[in-house]
């Protein structure tokens, strides 16, 4: 009789977790192990910020399989408490070090590492304080929920304006606490382009929810935080979310090989240097959907699928990863952004010649009650108009679109291919022409020339007649850009004879559209060199072009 094959998985959670069953489903008669050095194998990590928001109020509910759970369902053995500290490869063994501080040696056929990653903490004064606190797992939400509870602190500050931190943030807030996010870099969410992350702070930011950015942390103390430029700020409690760092100590020592971004580097099965060892999760170095390119992306979403795919393979099966777009979703206060993709920089960096567009549209028909502004920034290759990259922001539909804009991506589908997507309409859920289909009617006039564009982001004005066709409220309300002129767009061809002939002229409005029909009107009218403001005033103010000293026409 053959030797069951026998499957260890060194960490559970989302990687390992969906290794072993993944694993079981493969191969009914493996043996299968897994061991956590923590006390949960499986548990909902990414729910840790919301029970601590007080939204998620049954603890027992992040606690997804415990270890009778995977024996009476699956005849997985999860031993919890038990840490794996050497791979013998040549043995094919691992040292295992129970509870009670012994060791023993279990030998195994494949081996799947799902090791995660660990919040970087700053080698900073004051870092050991008890009131500065990391979020991994739960027993770290449960020292942060105690101490709300028992300290009933008034003032957080959280290091990292990432998706955990505004997470963090977000939590903090609803426990009626005054918060203070901070970011050493020039804006919060560093995947979002400048504008789009400007406009997010703009519509979050108040009394009692601040952003500080482009600075640095130097020492915490009791009372709170100093920075380097020599500010400091009050604070109760401090929450450290700078990013993770992947635990491969265990790999390094057994010489697996090291990726370019420090996680285990793994082909398209997820297998090691070792092909008997298999890397999964925050700590595994995969590959771009997009670009090909080396990259480690620690989501849950993609932990999963390598888990679901190493666990197969381990137990006899050849699937293949294909990548991860990063496709994430964040929701702050009453905003949500998501992104999917390569962002400007990151296009540009991976060598592709690139455009841009930025609609903004309503969550659903607008003349259904509730109906929210929607923004969709799209990164388009040149030449083709193939999908690289998007970005969404908004109250309500953030996560359908980006959704949406993620198949597309990964069906290599192109802008024009948006226009004619075929989306469910009615007016509580979007509208005829969804925001996607808009974004994609947009993007694709830029993509064929049929109105030249100007882009906010690189666009300085040097001596173009700027032309302002808004109506005359919105430059009270709004102002406008410095030396514009404003001539209406329901105005537009009674007046024709007030714009110049001679010279390049740049139409805008307060979004775009209108900037655009105003600049087919006036090709219409045989003004040959007329280009609009992508995103319009709006934009263009995001972007910190210059404005008028004073409102008004």
């Not at 290091?159 to 050493?184: K, S």
């Not at 009372?223 to 491969?248: C, H, K, M, W, Y």
């Not at 420090?262 to 092909?275: A, F, I, Q």
Request: proline share 5%; aromatic share 6%.
């Amino acid at each position: 009789m053959k030797t069951p094959r026998r499957i260890i998985v060194v960490g559970g959670v989302a990687g390992g977790a969906s290794a072993a069953a993944k694993a079981r489903r493969v191969d009914e008669n493996a043996e299968i192990h897994i061991f956590d050095r923590g006390p949960y194998v499986s548990f909902a990590n990414c729910g840790l910020p919301y029970y601590i928001a007080g939204e998620i109020n049954d603890r027992a509910k992040l606690i997804i399989m415990k270890p009778e759970t995977f024996w009476s369902r699956s005849r997985i053995h999860a031993h919890v408490n038990h840490e794996v500290v050497a791979i013998n490869r040549a043995a094919k063994t691992v040292r295992v070090k129970a509870p009670d501080g012994s060791e023993r040696d279990e030998r195994y056929d494949k081996l799947i590492l799902s090791q995660g990653a660990q919040p970087l903490v700053p080698r900073l004064p004051g870092v050991e304080l008890p009131h500065v606190f990391t979020l991994r797992d739960i027993p770290d939400m449960d020292r942060i929920a105690a101490f709300l509870d028992e300290r009933k602190p008034r003032r957080a500050v959280i290091i990292g304006g990432g998706f955990i931190g505004l997470e963090m943030a977000e939590a903090f807030h609803r426990r009626g606490m005054h918060v203070t996010i901070v970011e050493r870099n020039p804006h919060i969410l560093p995947l979002l382009d400048d504008d789009m992350a400007q406009h997010l702070q703009n519509q979050v930011r108040r009394d009692e929810f601040q952003l500080k950015a482009g600075v640095s942390a130097r020492a915490f103390t009791e009372r709170g935080v100093e920075f380097d430029n020599g500010d400091t700020l009050p604070a109760d409690l401090i929450l450290l979310s700078v990013g993770v760092q992947a635990e491969v100590e265990l790999a390094k020592a057994a010489g697996l090989e090291i990726g370019v971004t420090g996680g285990v580097k793994t082909n398209g099965r997820m297998e090691s240097s070792d092909p008997d060892i298999y890397a999964v999760g925050d700590a595994a170095e995969t590959i771009h959907a997009l670009t090909g390119a080396r990259v480690r992306i620690p989501l849950a979403g993609p932990a999963n699928r390598q888990g679901r795919i190493a666990g197969a393979n381990a137990a006899g099966a050849k699937l293949t990863y294909r990548g991860a777009l990063g496709t994430s979703i964040v929701r702050v206060l009453h905003m949500t952004a998501a992104f999917t993709g390569l962002n400007s920089a990151q296009a540009a960096k991976a060598g592709f010649s690139f455009f841009t567009s930025l609609t903004r549209d309503n969550s659903h028909a607008g003349y259904y009650p509730g109906a929210k502004p929607l923004m969709i920034k799209l990164v388009a290759e040149d030449g083709t108009g193939r999908l690289l990259g998007a970005q969404v922001l908004g109250e309500d539909g953030v996560d359908k679109r980006i959704d949406v804009l993620a198949t597309a991506i990964t069906a290599k589908m192109s802008v024009f291919d948006l226009e004619d997507i075929d989306l469910a309409y009615s007016p509580p859920f979007g509208s005829a022409n969804d925001p996607v289909n808009v974004a994609g009617f947009v993007a694709s006039h830029i993509a064929r020339g049929d109105v030249a564009t100007v882009a906010p982001e690189t666009w300085q004005p040097g001596g173009e007649f700027l032309l302002d066709v808004r109506d005359a409220d919105e430059l009270e309300e709004f102002g406008k850009l410095a030396g514009a002129v404003n001539i209406p767009l329901a105005e537009l061809r009674d007046r024709l004879g007030e714009l110049p002939r001679e010279g390049r002229m740049v139409a805008y409005c307060q979004k775009g559209l209108r900037g655009y029909l105003a600049a087919c009107a006036l090709h219409g009218h045989g003004f040959e060199n007329v280009a609009n403001l992508r995103g319009g005033f709006l934009q263009a103010k995001l972007n910190g072009l210059p404005l008028a000293k004073t409102n008004g026409g």
